[in-house]
């Protein structure tokens, strides 16, 4: 019983649309479900530095909001200063506990106080009292402990959004910033628009209705349309269903009708918000009552009541899209946005990018940094529901996001960036010369590429090829797979574009967080379950036609490196080998003759890595994935922020990873190049060069950087400081090592990454 209570609590805050209603909810509910006498909740307000009574079911309604306490005052105090629960049967004789008149709580023995704490910050305390003296038992704390976490990330997001609000902002007060992680370098100042799936009604955000007529008329279409969806639904289960069955669809045609649905979603409408924002609310009201309902039966009403709001969500937002316009410097904002949906938009337009959840190893951070946009990654307290149309600074170099930000800093933003736009021609100068150490040794810098956009023939001059270029990005912004003549087309012009040099296309690697609307794939581990090579082998259709696409661009430029992502077995690279050379046959009957591609096998999975020197000699050549490589040698997501940490490309099993790879690869006499991202940082790009390996390929938007490094550094060098990182096992010792042998060399503006 308590723990259904608590459920439904914990689902009331997450519907609650402001946090004083969230405050009076947990002290009435949380009082009536432990049957005690008192329920209150002090603050620590910003700025305040006390603890202020903000709500309470029991204590004297007079000293809600006026009574407060030192943050170490009283046994309430006790609970912040050792952010930990304190359970006493008699408060009255604890040496901490101070009488405060005005609350009426000398009638109550019983105390026990929980802190609540958000990222190691005490908020406030959520406490209960009882006239009797007891203990409260081990239950009431994991309940009390519980809610309080819920009410730490209500609290947070609440106070972000009061802040928000305050429009007319002292310009000494403050800026605020949230913290995320280093997703792609660069500043982008600009205003935010908020990207959500379409299916997510409860990440629906807050926006003015631009004209609330039409977006009234939208809400009725699609009310329209479910209906006849409805109707539909309900004629073709006919036959399968006994009428009484059928009923639920009636239900659903009865609730889309109904005054209290329409009429509430119209109203909100009125009074300015956009019918989406407006459907969310009154969606989640409905579905509340509901839920809170004793009767089994009606609370799965509210599931039912849910699925109506995402069928209508997603016909608003069809209409929405077609109106949505991209203005300039938009910085896109979302929970969660894909590759796809970053790929989708005029990327000229977008000034940064701010994601709650990921990391810089996600393939959306990666785009961003081949189009040179500045992103933010994993800032799980920023307030992705009413920032929409907020101004935003994206510090992509520290990981930071301003809300609103001030005059003065946005002043100093421009600056650093004009500063880093001027750090970045001057390396461009540079860029054109050949990447040759300084005795001499040549180490062919190539490009990651997915976008045809960023390969601007000017860009010729500077790099040594395409390294990597990821072909599922133009699978993922179509609404079916691309045909054979479609692929061939963009195989060509890439390949055309480079002619004299080589360009490596590979093949699909779709899955983990890559996905494609029209193969939907549904797994608990994406990362380890059906990826890259392994849907290529199983899908000879979907493969053999890419083979054929791309073996047929090759025919007038003969400059192809085929590619296959994901190899964790011989038996995988044998079966992708023959496949090709079906591939190769099939043209030859068909009387299309094509020059044979080099082919590649990438590492980035360690039962490649302890099977280099066999793969290697099946194969032209190696490209280590250290993106994933990373992420697998060391069991760390490289999506997932609270993790992001540990993360770390520095850490010794990586380096003695990549010479096992290099060391089996020169026994098979075979060449190794790197295309994952530790390629484009200049300190990692150092340590990879002294590691021995052969070529890199880097993201557009660091190639100046690294040629630099090369243009810098003895090959000889490189190879004693990889020696010497080698003896180190802290991580951080490596970086530094790394870092200040740029410094030393007169580098230090690439590791303060940018001006800072
Ligand atoms: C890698 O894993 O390092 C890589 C280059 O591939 P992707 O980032 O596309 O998985
Ligand atoms: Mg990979």
Redesign the pocket.
């Known amino acids: 019983m308590i723990l259904t209570t608590l459920r439904q609590i914990v689902l009331d805050v997450n519907a609650a649309e402001d946090l004083d209603e969230i405050l009076t909810m947990i002290v009435t509910r949380v009082k009536a479900a432990l049957e005690v006498d008192v329920c209150s909740i002090y603050l620590n307000l910003p700025g305040s530095k006390r603890l202020t009574l903000m709500a309470s079911e029991g204590l004297n309604p007079e000293a809600v909001r006026r009574v407060s306490l030192d943050l170490d005052e009283g046994l309430v105090g006790l609970v912040a200063v050792r952010a930990e629960p304190v359970n006493l049967s008699d408060a009255s004789t604890h040496k901490r506990y101070k009488f405060i008149p005005e609350t009426g709580e000398d009638r109550y023995h019983a105390f026990l106080g929980v802190p609540v704490l958000h990222r190691r910050r005490v908020l406030g305390v959520l406490v209960v009292q009882q006239a009797e003296s007891r203990e409260f038992e081990e239950e009431h704390v994991s309940f009390l402990l519980t809610l309080a976490v819920q009410l730490a990330s209500a609290i947070n997001s609440a106070e972000i959004s009061v802040e928000l609000k305050q429009k007319n902002r002292s310009p000494l007060q403050k800026d605020i910033f949230i913290n995320g992680s280093p997703g792609a370098p660069g500043v982008g100042i600009g205003k935010a628009m908020v990207f959500f799936p379409a299916t997510d009604l409860e990440s629906v955000p807050d926006r003015e209705a631009t004209s609330p007529d039409e977006e009234i008329e939208s809400f009725r279409n699609a009310c329209e349309k479910v209906r006849q969806d409805m109707l539909t639904l309900k004629e073709r289960m006919h036959e399968l269903l006994p009428t009484e069955d059928r009923v639920l669809f009636d239900a659903y045609v009865l609730m889309l009708g109904s005054d209290s649905l329409v009429n509430g979603v119209t109203e909100l409408i009125r009074q300015g918000h956009w019918a989406p924002g407006a459907l969310r609310m009154t969606i989640l009201d409905h579905a509340r009552q509901f839920d809170a309902m004793e009767d089994g039966y009606l609370r799965e009403r509210g599931a039912d009541i849910r699925d109506l709001g995402r069928r209508l969500l997603d016909y608003l937002l069809e209409e929405n899209s077609k109106r949505r316009d991209i203005p300039p410097n938009t910085i896109m904002v979302g929970r969660e946005i894909s590759a796809a949906q970053l790929a989708e938009v005029p990327v000229n337009r977008i000034a940064g990018l701010v994601c709650t959840t990921g990391t810089a ?1 996600s ?1 959306v951070a ?1 785009l961003a940094r081949a189009l040179g946009i500045p992103a933010v990654m994993g800032a799980s307290d920023f307030p992705v529901k009413n920032i929409d149309q907020k101004n935003l600074i994206v510090d992509g170099y520290m990981g930071r996001v301003y809300l609103q930000p001030s005059y003065a800093i946005r002043v100093e933003f421009e600056r650093l960036a004009s500063e880093e736009k001027a750090l970045t021609e001057q390396l461009v100068a540079e860029a054109a010369k050949p990447a040759k150490t300084i005795d001499g040794v040549k180490i062919p810098v190539m490009v ?1 590429s997915g976008l045809m956009a960023e390969l601007v023939s000017s860009h010729t001059m500077m790099i040594d090829g395409i390294g ?1 270029y ?1 072909t ?1 990005v133009p699978f993922m912004v179509r609404d079916q797979f691309p045909g054979e003549s479609e692929q061939t087309e963009i195989y060509t012009e890439i390949l055309r574009a480079f002619p004299n040099q080589p360009v490596t296309l ?1 093949t699909l ?1 779709i899955g ?1 967080d ?1 996905a494609l609307s029209y193969f939907p794939i549904e797994e608990a581990n994406p990362f380890l379950g059906y990826r ?1 090579i392994r849907i290529s082998l199983d899908h000879p259709e979907i493969f053999l036609t890419q083979l054929r696409a791309m073996l047929i661009a090759n025919q007038t430029t003969g400059n192809l490196n085929i590619l296959f ?2 190899i964790s077995s011989l038996h995988e690279l044998d079966e992708a080998l023959a496949l090709l050379e079906r591939a190769k046959q099939e043209l030859l009957e068909e009387n299309i003759l094509t020059p044979t591609p080099k082919v590649g096998a ?1 590492i ?1 999975v360690p039962s490649a890595v302890h099977l280099t020197r066999v793969l290697a000699e099946r194969v032209d050549y190696l ?9 697998y040698l060391l069991a760390v997501d ?1 999506n997932n922020a609270s993790v992001s940490e540990l993360y770390d490309e520095y850490h010794p099993a990586v380096l003695s990873a990549l010479e096992m790879i290099v060391e089996g690869a020169r026994k098979a006499g075979k060449p190794v190049t ?5 390629a484009s940082n200049p300190a990692s790009a150092l340590l990879l060069i002294g590691c021995g390996i052969d070529s890199l ?1 880097v993201s557009m938007a660091s190639l100046p950087r690294i040629k630099w490094v090369i243009r810098s550094f003895s090959r000889e060098q490189a190879r004693q400081l990889f020696r010497q990182a080698r003896s180190f096992t802290d991580p951080n010792q490596i970086q530094a090592l790394a870092e200040e042998a740029l410094t030393d060399a007169g580098l230090g503006a690439l590791v303060r990454a940018g001006m800072h």
Do not use: A, F, W, Y
């Open positions: 190893s393939h990666i990651n990597l990821r599922e590979r690697d983990g890559k890259g992502p994901m990438m980035e490209s280590v994935g250290t993106n994933d490589l990373v992420q490289r790197i295309c994952g991202e530790m390929s």
